[in-house]
Structures are given as C-alpha cells and as structure tokens.
C-alpha cells in the first residue's frame, strides 16, 4: 500500500470508530455520578479488613490474583529484557570510562541519595495506610540508587549495583507473592486468602497480608526496575557496535 | 463536564492510532503506543469519579463522612501503568537490537518479511 | 484435591517454576534446568488434567475467599480447563524437544529461556481459567509480553526483531482497546466479574455502548486468534520465532483468541441487553469464512515453510471461528476436539521443520528440494501431519472437522465446503512441500525475480554444532504429538467429555448460578452427540484426497497458475498487502475495528 492509500484507509476507518465511540459515550452514566456499585462494595470490605488504602487492599486483597499476573509481567520483562539485551556474538565488552562531574552536582547527588532510599522505603512501607505502595516506593528505589549515576559516573552506579543479587532478590520477591498466596490457600483455604491477623486499622501493621505482599512487590519492582535499566545502560555504555571492529557485518 | 471526558479518551486513542500508522520512526511509534494507553487511563478515571469525591484512602477520613472516587479503577489503572511500563521496555529492548542489525529505525524500511 | 486447589495451583506451578529457573538456572548445568523445567511443565500437566478430569461442570475457586461480587472467581468447565490442558500438554512437549536442541545463552542468561516458556504458560493458563474480565487482560498481557521476548530470541538476525516488534505493537494496540471497552462495559454495569457482567447488561436494553463496548473488547481477541484482517502480524511472528516457541503459539495461543471470544459472548453478551445470537452468528460466520479462505490462498503460495504453516494457523483459526460463532453446542464440540488435535498436529509439524531447521540451516520449500531424502522416517511424520491437518480419519483433527461440518451444515448448508476447501487447500500446500523435500519429486521449482515473497533460506541455524547427531527427543516429540492426535479422534470418552463441556460452555445460566451463588449447578442443556458418522468419514476422505490430487499436480506442473492470469494476479494483489509494514497493519486494525462496529450495528 501506498502512504496516501494507507491514510486514506485509517481516517475512513478513524471516522467511524469516532461516531461510534462519541455515540457509546453519550450513553455512559454521566460524568461524575454518584452511582458506583463495585467502589461501595470494595471500599466495604477494605473497612472490614482494615486497610485504610482501599486502592491498596483492592491491589493485594480484593484483587489481588491481578496483582501477581501483573508482577509476573514484570518479572517476565526482566527475564525478556536479558534475553533481548544480552551480548550478542559479534559484539565485544568494554569498559565504561570514568567522567569528569561538577562537584556541586556530586554533593548534590550524595545528600538525596540516601534521602530518596528513606522515601522509597517509607511509602513501600505506608502502602496500607496512605497513596503509594510497592509499585510507586518500588520506583523511588530504583531511582534513588540511579542518582549515582547521574551525580558521578557509570563505575559509581556499577559498585553500588549487585547485579546478580538484585535478580535473585527480583525471582525471590515475585516467587514469595506466590508462595504467600499458596499459604493462605493451606490456611484459610483460598489461594491468596489474607489469613494474617489484621491489625488496628491506621496502624503500620494492619491489613494482614497487604504490608506483606506490599514489601514483596516493592523488593520485586527496585531490584527489577534496577535489572531493567542495567540492561539498558549495558548497552548504551558497555558494549561496541558490532560494527566497529567487524568484517563483514550483515 | 456531560461526557468531554471519555470523548476525550476516545480523541487520545485516535491521535495515537494515526501516529502509529504513519510513523517513520520506532521509538516515536513505542511512543505513540504508550499515549494509545493513556486513553485507557483517561476513561478508567473519569468513569471512577464522583462529583465531590475525595481520595478512596481513610487514614485522616472517618468511613462515611464524605463520599470518595472509586478505587477499583485507580487499582486497575495501576496495574494498567505498570503493564504498559513493561511492555514498552520490551520494544524499545527489540528497537536497540533492530538498529544495531538493521542500521534503520524506520518500519517503512524493514523489508525482511512480506508476501 | 479440590478445584479450590487446583485452578490456582494450575498458575502458581509454572510461575514458581520460572522464578526457580531464574534463581537456580545460574547455578545449575544444563541437565540440571532441563530438569526444573521438565518437572515443573509434567507437575501443571499433572494439576491440569486432575482439574480436567474432576472438575464436573463447572468448577470454582473464589481467590482471596471473596465472593464473585467483590474479588476474582476462577472458573473451568471441560472446555477451559481442556484447553489449558492442551497448553500444559503442549509446553512439556516444548520442554521436552528443546532439551538437546536448543543453542541456550549460557552463564548468567541460563534458564532464562525455559523461565520465560513457562510464564507463558501461566498466562496461557490463567486467561483459559479466568471468570474476570480485567483479569483476562492481565493475562492476555503476561502471555503477550512472554512470546514477545520469546519471539525476538534470536538477536543476531534482524527479522525476527522485526517480527516481535509488529506482533507485539499490534498485540499491544489492541489490549488497549480492549481496556478500553472493559471500561465502558464497567461503566454501565460496574462489575468486572463475567457472569454479574452477563446479569448486569439484562438491565439495559441493547445499545450502541454495547456494540462499541463488544467490538472494542473482540479487538484484542481478534488480534490474538488472527483473524482477518487482524492476522497481519501471525506469519510475521511465526516465520521468525524459534521454532519451540512456534509450536506453543500456533498450538494454543491463537486458539485461546478465538476461545476468549467465545466465552466472553456467552458469558457476557448471549442475553438480553447484549449481542443478538443472529447479529454475532452472521458477522463472525462471515469473519471465520473470511479468515480461512485468506489462509488458505495465503498458505499455499508461500514456501518458506514456518511461514505456509502460519497462513495454515490462520485458516483453522477462521474455521474454528466459524464453529465457535455458530453458536450451538454442536459447533462448541466440534470446534473444541478441532482445536486439541489441530494443536498437536501443527506442533508436531512445526516440530518437525525444526529438525529441516537443524540439519540444513533452511527451512526453503525450494532451497531444499530433494535435499533431505536421507531423513525419510521424518518425511513419513511430515507427510502424516500433512494428512492429519486435512482431516483424514481416524485423526482427531478428521472428527472434530467433521463434527463442526455437522453444526455448520445445519445453519448454511455450503458451509461445510468451506471446511474440506480449507483444510484440502492448507494440508496440500504441506504434503507438497514435504513431497518435495523428503522425496525430491517434481522438477525444482524456479523463483520468480521481483515477487513479493519470503524465501526461507540462509536462516540461523537455532543451534551452532552442525555435525552432531539428529537428539532422538527432537524425532520422539512429534511422533507422541501426531499419535496424541490420532488418539483424540480414535477414544470416545475425550470427544464425550468435551461434548459435555460444550454443552456447559453454552449454558450461560448454569454458568452463572455457579460463578455467582458458587453452587455447581448440573447444565441442563443437551449434551450433542460426539461420533464418527459416515457421512463425517466421507468428507474426511474426501478432504484428505483432495489434498494429496492437488499436492500431486502441484508438485508434477508447479504450484503456481500463469503470470497472466486473472487469479494470479488477484492472488499478487494479496500478497503485496502482506507488506511486512507496521502501519499498514495498524491501518487494517482500524478499518477491521469499523467494519465490525459497522455490522453490529446495522443489526441491532
């Protein structure tokens, strides 16, 4: 197909799926109602199992099986990414070279460091009790030990960085969310049943299961998202272009 | 507001579209997926709000004194986020490759696979 | 064991094993995480056919405890858990034929290859027994981002990057859409539970939001079951894949598209308030005949060999669109043992141009001719995968063809032509490519410079020591493939359980008590009759001879009519639409997308 050919297709096609989107929308509940059957029973049985996050017990408790299969999407990434990213047989290994920072940079990058390491844990570990969790805490992790990279070089990043433990601490994380869910299965007798005392509400430690599948998630995303990224960065600064030293190529 | 919101979903899923079919680029196409995603943050939302709704969290909120959004869809947007996080690593992993291999980020001119 | 158990376990198995691959596989030899993953893959296989076999009607486990009205029910009735039985099946297979195979990247990256097959499984398995829409998404996700990876395995060569790269934006696009029509249907009804969903469309008549909600939510489906014009991206994906992962995603994943589609209208859009039973019979009837005949022209021009057996996928797929839309249990039983045997019997062929693969570094229907004459028990297995894919009795493939001509006849009677024109078409162009490999007969055909095609030579070879022996696994597999497939035609109690499943399966009532109360209620519905008849006999031959007449020609006079023919020339117009363009299969998504909207509507 031409480009023109192909355009004129799309936006024939584009047409109609908008007349019929804006006629489906004209027919959804309006914007803003009060009417919200599933929220009321959610936010019901979050209070009876006294999470104060209801997002947070809809994510490890109510519906929590989606939150393994997502989890597992991101173990498999990780898994996918050192398949795809790995050295090929053409490509050669070479050492990243040490960089010049302005100092002001560096005190900049030492002081939030270990700020950014607090915050994250704090809101893996607040999970139950206010917006965060494992997910976003899991995030401000993997960032925080990035600020090395950017407030020095790539060997800084690299010592700060155990690869190998980082993946095994990925498995382990993503295997415990499955392994909690087969406890409550032998305890309770569903799979993924929150069979853990659960606490005053408001309390870190309330919630039975959510703070626990909250750490496991938060363990899972740093050390996968710091996995990920080392991949990436691998390729950006460790390994030469198959080309360069090559006869031949493709 | 009526219904500008999900329409506005809709607008954010086309615009994408049209990005992904005429695209010269990869990343700009990985790109546009992730705003094809957005619209589905977009609806998830606005079908989760409550005129006069606070954040579904009661740690500084008595049960039943105010009315809240819906937490379902902020929990399904998430794990949403995360999905579309992960995939877009995928590609851009695939992107890195195909250009080392095919010296082109440009789907028009892969010409490996055709008839 | 009870299903409580056992629907769970069946998804935590394989992610415990991956997660164990991925920690040990760095410590342990080769054996050692050929071992992990064989005994995880035979454990899920062990789980799921106990779940199969005591599972009754309807079996279900509430996570969490939760009741369906706050958390996620799994449910498996024979058809869902069967066809996760057949995934299971299938990946041991996988497991077993990658033992020697399969060239894996050693040190750090070992085990990762295995790790990543078995999370597919467990996305493969977690969206045949899910009860919940967003959590079909979930997994539709996780087995997407597994085979995507697994689809790019080989980084050395471009093609199959390019191959991962339009499977997984299209794939992608399309969950999204898929997201989004979940949100409009959560909308109306605010459930996300398929059964409450079901209960809660009856409360609104039937209206555009419904159309545009089942559309946007078939789209993903679509995508995966390849159906035209959403199949752009299979013989893409399948031509460059390795070919274990190739057996696993023409075996079971495109299958599981069209069973996603099937349970989510029954589940969700069967009764009032959803999509009129004659409005989805006609437009996925229309779809189906669509898809298998554009397989079947497809498949037969092509010879790079992985990529006729994908444009073969697509053209069962169509069929068994067909036998899901008809919406009778008859079709639903048919189409179920189709599915199994089709499944076997396309990873056995695939399975078995992996070893073409490793012995001659092609796969090249013509680069090959006559080339593997020494491997002559392997043509034998090919030639009777070739025949098995035809139908010919006492296949699995053969019943289960013949049961959805049945059901089809019963509504149009041209339909069941459809079939046999089908599966002759696509099994003949893989007899008359193994005619010509194996046995070198025919003269070598002559390419013809400029046509747009993918030839299949000068492929990397999966493995880098040309001069060891044939591993006896990689003949062995496809063997126990090809006699499971004989085997599903040939015992009654298979074809008879799946009979009673699909009577279940179309059962939405008896579905909903279950899932909703959590009372098994026994179905009420008939249970159709699931035997060889002679009339099924005679279309099965008659397919199969059909095949091997237009094979023999093929080979003796050349697969192709005259440049100057009006079909040849059609048949270039199709090809060239096969562009290998990302943009151009994002365009035909879009006008797919419309053109169903469109249908819908006009019908409802």
Known sequence: MTARTRLIMFLAAAAVIAGFFAAACSRLPPFGTPDHPYAARAVAAALAHRTANTVASVNFDIRAFDTLGEESILFGTVLGATLLLRRARDERHRRAEAERVMPTTRLFGTLLLPVTLVVGVYIVAHGQLSPGGGFQGGVVLATALHLAYVAADYRALKRLRPLTFLDVADSLAAASFTLVGLAGLVAGGAFLENVLPLGTFNQITSGGTVPVLNAAVGIEVASGLIALLAHFLDQAVELTDPDQHETGGD | MGIWPYLAAGWV????????????????????????????????????YRR???A????????????????????????????????????????????????????????GLKG | ??????????????????????????????????????????????????????????????????????????????????????????????????????????????????????????????????????????????????????????????????????????????????????GLLYART??????????????????????????????????????????????????????????????????????????????????????PHGAFRTTFVTLGVLTALVGAVMCWQQRHLKRLLAFSTVSHVGLFLIGVALLTPDGATGTALYVAAHGCVKAALFALSGVLLDRYGSVDEHGL???????????????????ALTGLPPFGTGLGKALSEDAAGHWQPWLPAMFVAASAVTGAAVLRAGLRIFWGLGPVPRGRPGEEETSGEGEEPEIRSPRRTLPPTMVLVPAVLLALALALGCLPAVAGALARGAAAFTDPASYRAAVITGRSASSGAHEPAAGWTTAGVLLGLLSAGLATALAATAVRYGSQPPRWHPA??????????????????????????????AMLAAQT
């Open chain 2, 13 to 48: 899923l086309l615009v994408a579209l049209y990005g992904l079919v005429t695209s010269h680029n990869l990343i700009h196409a990985i790109g546009c997926l992730a705003v094809a995603q957005s619209s589905t943050y977009l609806l998830l939302l606005a079908v989760g």
């Open chain 2, 56 to 111: 579904p969290v009661y740690s500084d909120l008595t049960p039943g004194t105010r009315p809240v959004v819906d937490p379902v869809v902020q929990a399904l947007a998430l794990t949403d986020v995360v999905v579309g996080a992960t995939v877009t690593a995928l590609l851009l992993a695939l992107t890195i490759q195909l250009r080392k291999r095919h010296h082109t980020v440009d789907p028009q001119a892969l010409t």
């Open chain 3, 1 to 182: 064991m009870g299903p409580a158990a056992l629907l769970p376990l069946a998804v935590a198995i394989p992610l415990l094993g991956s997660a164990l691959l991925a920690v040990t596989g760095r410590l342990l030899s080769r054996v050692g995480c050929d071992i992990v993953a064989t005994a995880a893959a035979t454990a899920e296989v062990v789980c799921l056919a106990l779940l199969w076999t005591r599972g009754g009607h309807l079996a279900t486990a509430e996570l969490g405890g939760w009741p369906a009205r706050v958390g996620i029910v799994l449910a498996a009735d024979p058809i869902g858990a069967g066809l996760a039985l057949l995934v299971a099946v299938l990946v041991l297979a996988v497991v077993v034929y990658s033992w020697r195979y399969f060239d894996e990247p050693r040190g750090q990256h070992a085990g990762v290859f295995p790790a990543l097959i078995l999370l597919f499984e467990a996305g493969m398995a977690g969206f045949a027994l899910t009860g919940d829409l967003f959590n079909a998404f979930v997994f539709f996700e996780l087995m997407g981002a597994a085979a995507y990876a697994l689809t790019g395995y080989r980084i050395e060569d471009p093609r199959p990057l390019q191959g991962a790269l339009a499977f997984g934006v299209v794939t992608s696009f399309a969950a999204y859409c898929s997201l989004l029509g979940i």
């Open chain 3, 190 to 275: 605010g459930e996300l539970n398929l059964a409450r969903l079901g209960r809660g469309l009856a409360g609104h008549p039937t209206d555009l939001l419904t159309v545009v909600g089942f559309v946007l939510i078939a789209t993903a489906l679509l995508v995966k079951a390849a159906a035209v014009p959403f199949h752009f991206w299979l013989p893409d994906a399948h031509a460059v894949a390795p070919t274990p992962v190739c057996m696993l995603m023409s075996g079971a994943m495109v299958e599981l598209g069209a069973y996603g589609i099937g349970r989510v209208y029954w589940t969700v859009f069967s009764g009032p308030g959803g999509i």
């Open chain 2, 52 to 54: 006069g709704g606070t």
């Open chain 3, 568 to 597: 040849a020339r059609a048949v270039r117009t199709l090809r060239r639409l096969h562009s290998g363009h990302l943009g151009d299969y994002l365009a035909w998504l879009a006008l797919g997308v419309a053109v169903l909207c």
């Open chain 3, 369 to 387: 001719h006559g080339r593997a004459r020494a491997l002559r028990p392997v043509g034998l297995l090919f030639a009777a995968g070739a025949l």
